[in-house]
C-alpha cells in the first residue's frame, strides 16, 4: 500500500522559513507530478504548487518568490522550501502525488497533513 507522509511543520514567527518535506513508500512503479497543497481554517483547499516529473515547476501567486517546490526522484520524495512565511501562510499543508501503484496508469496519493502555523 502506498504512503505519503509529511513532515517540517511547526510554528514560526513571521519572517522565518521551513522546509516541508513529503516521503513516498510502498510499491510504486512511477511518480509523475507532485503538489503541495493548503488547507486555512474556513477555506477551501488550495493549491500552493507543482513540479513535474521533468522539474517544471508552478506556483500560486501568493507564493511566487517565496516558495520553492523540489524533488528528489531516486527517493520518490518532494520538498517545499518556505521562505518570509507571513501569517496568512498558516494552514494544514498536504502532499499529493501522481503514482502508479501497481495499476499500470498513474492515480492521486495524498499524504495526512502538516500544520504550518506562522505568528505575527
Known amino acids: 500500500q502506498v504512503q505519503l507522509v509529511e513532515s517540517g511543520g511547526g510554528l514560526v514567527q513571521a519572517g522565518g522559513s521551513l522546509r516541508l518535506s513529503c516521503a513516498a513508500s510502498?510499491?510504486?512503479?512511477?511518480?509523475?507530478?507532485m503538489y503541495w497543497y493548503r488547507q486555512a481554517p474556513g477555506k477551501q483547499r488550495e493549491l500552493v504548487a507543482a513540479i513535474t516529473s521533468g522539474g517544471s515547476t508552478n506556483y500560486a501567486e501568493s507564493v511566487k518568490g517565496r516558495f520553492t517546490i523540489s524533488r528528489d526522484n531516486a527517493k520518490i520524495a518532494g520538498y517545499l522550501q518556505m521562505n518570509s512565511l507571513k501569517p496568512e501562510d498558516t494552514a494544514v499543508y498536504y502532499c499529493k502525488a501522481h503514482l502508479d501503484d501497481g495499476l499500470g496508469y498513474p492515480r492521486s496519493h495524498w499524504g495526512q497533513g502538516t500544520q504550518v502555523t506562522v505568528s505575527s
Open positions: 510502498g510499491r510504486i512503479f512511477s511518480c509523475n507530478a
